[in-house]
């Protein structure tokens, strides 16, 4: 028992510190593309911002590798410490939520990888067919924007599938909870593509989520998971 406490606490203190990591990706991503990127992004045609890449592809390699993959990669163990901590409540919405999360961080993931091999391979053609390099471009918007860049349903599902359970069980601060529901429903509506700017009302306020709900694994990591004052857990009297 006291080995299984302290991989729990292991595990709870990997995802805080993964939930701050990934708030700082955030930070991070957004200084970029306000800073030293907003030519590339708002680029009036195609073969500017092919240029651009050709131009800077070290600052978007960093770019991309921090918002993608560095973020996938520290999003799995705070999937999995927020798993850990809702276990005790035994719900299936709290399991579903979780592979919803851990779907979510291998799509990342994939994505920072598909758009690495691409800014290459324009990088390559820019020199010797600038219009095919464009094409490459447009078709690597599609599948980003396909896999999340466009849409934020698989990050929304998990985030609100944990945050009605945490504000049923008590589990992280309300206003936390409530964050989580409102986020994960400006998400959810970018399923429509004519909403997908409300997307930035869920990246914004994944910041202040992340580093609240890192703050609480790290400090409260050796808590029970459990609800001592919840009378389902209290221990039935010997007669």
Excluded: C
Aim: charge should be negative; hydrophobic fraction near 55%.
């Amino acid at each position: 028992m006291q080995t299984k406490g302290i991989a729990m606490q292991s595990t709870q203190k990997m995802g805080g510190i993964g939930a701050i990591v990934a708030a700082g990706t955030f930070v991070v991503g957004l200084a970029m593309f306000a800073t030293l990127l907003t030519d590339f992004v708002f680029a009036a045609t195609p073969s500017a911002a092919v240029e651009f890449i050709a131009d800077n592809q070290l600052a978007l390699y960093l770019w991309n590798i921090t918002i993608h993959i560095v973020f996938g990669i520290v999003l799995v163990p705070l999937v999995l410490a927020i798993g850990d901590r809702l276990r005790a409540a035994h719900s299936p919405l709290a399991r579903m939520a979780s592979v919803f999360g851990l779907i979510w961080a291998g799509v990342i993931v994939s994505t920072g990888m598909i758009v690495n091999i691409t800014y290459a391979t324009v990088t390559d053609l820019h020199g010797t067919d600038p219009e095919m390099a464009a094409t490459v471009l447009a078709s690597l918007d599609a599948v980003t924007n396909g896999l999340g860049g466009g849409n934020e349903v698989l990050g929304a599902v998990w985030v609100l599938g944990i945050s009605i359970v945490a504000l049923r069980e008590r589990l992280f601060a309300r206003w936390v909870n409530y964050l989580g529901v409102v986020m994960a429903v400006s998400g959810l509506v970018t399923i429509v593509p004519a909403l997908e700017d409300v997307g930035a009302v869920f990246g914004l306020g994944l910041i202040v989520w992340f580093t609240a709900v890192g703050i609480t694994l790290i400090k409260d990591r050796n808590s029970s998971f459990e609800h001592p004052t919840d009378p389902r857990f209290e221990a039935s009297p010997i007669s």
